[in-house]
């Protein structure tokens, strides 16, 4: 919702709510990246050998955690979600870790990444000392409200 109705950008999504959203912008070019659907965290994952995150280079991509923990980096609930994010990160020019303050600290059972892995972390408060010391050491920006 924070993306400017008039910027003009095409959005590869494998997450029916992040679909939705951005469905309603009008200078948008959204595409759901489909294959089989899984309710308990409204993704899409792919059925085949053939994933179409293959057929883009995407300049910016925006992965969600659930969990940021200064040995173990970014994780998840569900290992249905990783070979997604972990392609993205491997094909993104830039790649955005976009969590709520409430996961600072955690870890969760599926592993994302290193936080070093990231160009940028935005959340919605300053992280905790160490941490924010840790990814400033790595070159990470970190983007919270002032």
């Not at 955690?65 to 990160?89: I, S, W, Y």
């Not at 300053?126 to 790595?138: G, I, N, V, W």
């Amino acid at each position: 919702s924070a993306i400017d109705d008039k910027l003009p950008f095409t959005a590869l999504c494998a997450s029916m709510n992040t679909f939705l959203a951005l469905q309603e912008k009008p200078a948008c070019r959204v595409i759901l990246s489909g294959g089989e659907f899984h309710p308990d965290n409204a993704i899409f994952t792919p059925v085949g050998l053939h994933q179409m995150l293959e057929d883009f280079c995407p300049t910016l991509a925006f992965i969600s955690a659930a969990g940021l923990d200064e040995q173990q980096g970014a994780t998840c609930f569900n290992v249905n979600e990783l070979p997604m994010k972990h392609r993205a990160l491997q094909r993104a020019r830039r790649k955005v870790l976009v969590m709520d303050s409430s996961k600072f600290g955690k870890v969760l059972p599926a592993r994302v990444a290193g936080a070093e892995q990231f160009d940028m972390l935005i959340s919605d408060r300053p992280l905790p000392d160490r941490l924010a010391q840790q990814l400033s050491e790595t070159g990470v920006t970190v983007l919270t409200p002032p």
